[in-house]
């Protein structure tokens, strides 16, 4: 009994160091008296380029710039092709206080940093700091005020109450369409585009010719309707039916009926072939441009690939199908109340023990906001600046003027895209942010995948699919270990202690319930031999 207790009291006092593996923790930060510019610092900078050389380029460009108003200052750059990739980088690197100084990020991966103590800088004072903060008066540069900001955009970045990131760039997504075969099948594409509009193309789009080539394209093959993100097909649809996604809160609600109802439309149409996605198919743009898709779906930030004009063509050049692009926004259930996601990458700044260097960190991050390093970015994609003060700006209102003049810079599929969301600034909506919500947003779009697999392995879809499904989602994205409980309105209510908290619980419980047993033992022995 000895032995075993000291087993048990040596595993409890164990467990405390496995719940909190991963985390680390910092003082909080508070902004010093003054930057110090006779100190050397180095800070390093994590970005994602998606392989393009402009915007390697632009980065390149804006530490040159940077480092020549700051001597003290170095900044090295590391590139990656994906934001997941920087994600798991960090996760990994915060465990080891390895983390980068600046961070090209989304807010659903930064809520899962803040899970170690003060490893993100809360942005707050920081941005109001007279001297350097927004539109400080030491800054070197002429830096944007909080009130250049576009609001929706800034309130993206805020956690629990407190801004943790500065937006960079924003996207939303936008339907780019064939619509030359939408008119070929007796249609027009209307200003505002809805879910059964493009249902009902897509189906008519299957029709055969008889040596078994599609009518509308001569080919063997044809996908009409192709979407990049079924994690945002999800979610945007479930925004305009008001099938609830999730909480402020982390009250999780994407498993309820509105969502059943919305695999069983998917299925219908992955049965007729009408429907595929990126995971399944490959890239929408490769389809449209040779002729093979109609509707195709991706971000804005997307749109240089789109179009059989596209500057970033990714098919062989006799792939290529001559026809007509328009871009409107995603479908909708409401044409009288769009709903559009808003999305793209913000800028966090991470915690040092050295209070210059995350203000070295901070200095850098405000200048990725400088009207040279905004309009230059978003000239390379379908972006957008996230300062009224670029957007207003001569250089970028010509810019938007010039859609058209060739097939680079000023390539139209790619205006019209910007011009979407800056005209829907006002319609955009972001998702709940919270640790977990990053999961919740890939098991939203694992709902859509694993339908459309089922239905190509000819699995009926129905009431015990869905039901099994949606337990299998839980449990391969841990939601049952996020929160706790389920019911029939899908609602996964917040409340489960963390594992490693439970674990340590339990050890202490079990070791308190041996150590009394071994009491009553000595106590039972005592008066035996009394």
């Known amino acids: 009994m000895k032995k075993l207790c000291a087993v048990l009291l040596a595993l409890t006092m164990l467990l405390p160091l496995c719940a909190c593996h991963g985390s680390v923790s910092h003082a909080s930060f508070e902004v010093p008296e003054e930057f110090d510019e006779s100190r050397q610092l180095e800070i390093t900078f994590w970005a ?9 380029a632009i980065y390149r460009q804006a530490i040159a710039d940077f480092e020549a108003l700051y001597p003290n200052i170095t900044v090295t750059l590391r590139l990656y092709t994906n934001y997941s990739d920087i994600y798991n980088d960090v996760i990994t690197n915060i465990a080891t206080d390895t983390t980068p100084n600046v961070c090209i990020t989304y807010p659903d991966h930064i809520a899962t940093y803040l899970t170690g103590e003060n490893v993100v800088v809360p942005l707050g004072e920081l941005m109001a700091d007279s001297r350097y903060g927004l539109g400080g008066s030491e800054l070197k540069f002429d830096g944007v005020t909080q009130e250049e900001i576009v609001g929706e955009f800034l309130d993206e970045c805020a956690i629990s109450g407190e801004y943790y990131a500065l937006p960079f760039m924003r996207s939303t997504e936008a339907c780019y369409i064939n619509k030359t075969y939408v008119e070929a099948l007796g249609y027009t594409v209307p200003d505002v585009l809805t879910w059964d509009f493009i249902w009902e193309v897509s189906d008519a789009a299957m029709a055969l010719n008889e040596d078994g080539t599609y009518a509308v394209n001569g080919q063997e093959v044809l996908i009409p309707f192709l979407y990049k ?8 649809y479930l925004q305009q039916a008001g099938g609830g996604y999730s909480t402020d809160s982390g009250e999780i609600l994407l498993f309820n009926d509105t969502t059943a109802d919305f695999l069983y439309t998917i299925a219908e149409h992955v049965a007729a072939g009408s429907f595929s996605t990126f995971k399944i198919s490959s890239y929408p743009a490769n389809f449209l441009n040779a002729g093979q898709c109609i509707f195709a779906i991706d971000s804005t930030a997307g749109s240089t690939w789109m179009g059989s004009e596209a500057p970033l063509l990714d098919i062989p050049e006799d792939q290529i199908v001559e026809f007509e692009t ?3 926004a995603v479908p909708q259930v409401d044409t009288e109340n769009v709903q559009m996601i808003s999305q793209g990458p913000s800028i966090c700044v991470f915690n040092k023990a050295d209070s210059q260097e995350v203000l070295a960190s901070w200095l850098f991050a405000q200048f990725l906001l400088t009207n040279p390093v905004q309009i230059a970015y978003a000239e390379t994609e379908g972006y957008l600046p996230v300062t009224t003060r670029a957007q207003r700006s001569e250089e970028y209102q ?3 003027s010039r859609a058209g003049e060739d097939n680079e810079t000023y390539y139209s599929v790619k205006i019209a895209a910007t011009e979407l969301l800056l005209d829907n600034i006002a319609n955009t909506f972001t998702t709940p942010v919270f640790n977990g919500s990053a999961s919740v947003r890939d098991a939203a779009g694992q709902l859509i995948e694993e339908v459309v697999k089922s239905v190509r392995r000819k699995t009926s879809v129905d009431e015990a699919y869905i039901e099994s499904l949606y337990a299998d989602i839980i ?5 049952d270990q996020l929160q706790t409980g389920t019911g029939s309105s899908g609602k996964i209510a917040l409340g489960a ?3 490693g908290a439970v674990a340590l619980l339990a050890g202490l419980a079990t070791c308190w319930i041996c150590i009394g047993i071994y009491a009553a033992i000595l106590a039972i022995r005592k008066k035996k031999q009394e």
């Open 475 to 479: 449990s391969l994205y841990r939601l």
């Open 229 to 236: 993100s079924t994690d945002n097909m999800m979610i945007q």
């Open 398 to 400: 010509d810019y938007l």
């Open 48 to 56: 994602k380029n998606d392989s393009n050389a402009a915007q390697s």
């Open 326 to 328: 328009v871009v409107r």
């Open 497 to 499: 202690l963390p594992a």
